[in-house]
């Protein structure tokens, strides 16, 4: 049976003459494969295989036991079942996208079946939120909307509050006491909301329908990154990518017109060359309210994004110039606003943080070496198992970079759009030799640069017309998935022993908040706990050892944790979080974090508070305590 659809497009003049063969000659009557139509019960069929897959998956997800989790992350733990769900899903999605005609509902299935099972394993394995920062940022969120008020000496957070805002917004038109359930779910929340920007800047920078899609599954497939939990990292790309889909569907084409100066006819003879497919002409007028709606909301998306995050403006500032410089922007006065607002910003509204830190902030300007390689050194460190796990991410971005290049010649050579993506793509890297972000603007980077990277990518895989794929670019499509999937479980998950937690973790955390005084000073003998999700600025929250790869480490000592406590005391927890992270990043000597347990629990002034399977909780007695 034809769909709906299908069938009435159908010409009546076809129609009659179908009628006519099947009288004359003893043709035979019209059929689906004839008519180049897509069977109903193929759709039903993929749409029925990804629920099938779903379900497999969450139940495979559902029988890992977190204590089985390795060094190299969850990869250890899933059974072959998860596997099995996850080619199934890969399989049914260029299946779905090799059908004669396109049907997006079922695309927009597929895909939510594949962000389901590669990004809902923490919330469906662990049931709580990923990262110590998920409950920083519940804290800092509460912490303002209880004030009302912000202070900037505070915290860096609260020079960019932004998003805090929106989270303390959400708590109270919720009436929820916290927002631990969104924050366990954000990953597979933000995912979704990507889906409609992403689609719709990959539509307008790829040749085909097709070939969006496509973009958007291998982004999917190869965003290991995990920068999608509850953070203004989350937010600040939703709003960027969101901005840039706006601009390129209602304000494209050059800002100026093509033959008014010498430079701006070079420039669109340039593009013309590299690019065909950009059309050379000056700027068109929409209507006047339309255009002026428009650009009020893109402004305020610039706002919002400069309001809640350090890095994110200024990585739109290259990608706006860029889709400008390739006639794809016809806003001029855009990339300028984009620098006038994160400047300000730091200038006016962020200066107490640039004031205590303006070292930190122009130390690295220029070194372009310690911005890139020499941060990138950094993390190449830890156990054997951490090592597999760095060198899975940078075979990835490495993979999915050589596609893009690939794909950026195969564009030129068959005239079709590239110029666009591989410029917004490059346009990231440009902010390398400002400083190294914390040692992960590399990570950042490639994570702002996907969402153009994977329109170039799809090009040689896949041929520009807009029929349904071949067999042979189908299963190209379908391997090169199945080898980033593969990829990314190992990436995305790698550190999953130190970046996830359990209910035992929260029970000491809890604990410990219950016996504390407001105003102790509480220490954490590797940074990484579950924390400060409650009394954010109610206590003195301080850390022994970061949890980031430090060569020969030395061994934790006492002495350390007693010259913080020396004057009114402290609160020590070692939560089993710390001991993955000091094993995987290498912070302390291997096993070191369980002697120093063991040591300082039988020294002067140290008493066990409370134990549990999650960790244990000391009191140090300082000196005003009679020490």
Known sequence: MMTHETATSLPVGTAHRHEAHAHVGGAKPPTHRNLGLTPS???GALAAAAAAALALGVWSMNQVNPFQIGGAGLIDALPPAYFVALALSLAGFVASLSLRRLVPALLTWQLLVTVVLLDGADPIIHGLPRLEASFRHLGIADTISQSGQLDPT??????WPGFFN?????????GAKDLFGIATWAPVGINILLLAPLLALARRLTANPRQAWAAVWIFYVASWIGQDYLSPQAYSFLLLLTLIACLLSVFGGWAWPTERTRFSRWLARS????????????????HRADTAILVVVCALILLAMTASHQL?????????AALLLTGRLRLRFLPVLAVVLPVGWLLFAASTFVEGHFGQLLGSLGDIGANSLGALSNRVSGSDAHMFVVYTRMAEVALVWVLAVAGAIVGYRRKAPWLAAAAAALAPLVLIPLQPYGGELLLRLYLFSLP?????????????????????RALA??????????????????NDGMESFNDDEIALVN???????????????????????????????RALVAAEPIPNAAPLSCDAANQIAHKAGAYLIVTESQQEAAELRGSTPTGDLQRFTATCATSPGWTKVFENAGGVIFHIEGVSNGN
């Not at 520009?464 to 042979?472: E, K, M, T, W």
């Open 41 to 43: 019960w193929h759709i």
């Open 154 to 159: 505070l915290d860096a957070y609260f020079n």
């Open 166 to 174: 929106v989270l303390g917004m959400l708590s109270g038109a919720t």
């Open 271 to 286: 593009v013309s060359k590299l690019d065909s497919s950009v059309p050379r002409y000056g700027a068109a007028e929409p």
């Open 312 to 320: 994110s403006p200024f990585a739109a500032i290259p990608i706006l």
């Open 452 to 472: 153009f990277a994977v329109c170039l990518a799809v090009l040689p895989l896949m041929s520009d017309s807009a029929a349904g794929l071949s067999l042979r």
């Open 477 to 494: 499509l379908l391997l090169m998935g199945a080898v980033l999937a593969t990829a990314t479980v190992v990436s995305r998950y790698g």
């Open 511 to 541: 604990h410990l908040y219950a016996t504390a005084p407001t105003g102790s000073v509480l220490i954490e003998a590797v940074r990484n706990t579950p924390w400060r999700y409650q009394h954010y600025a109610d206590y003195d929250y």
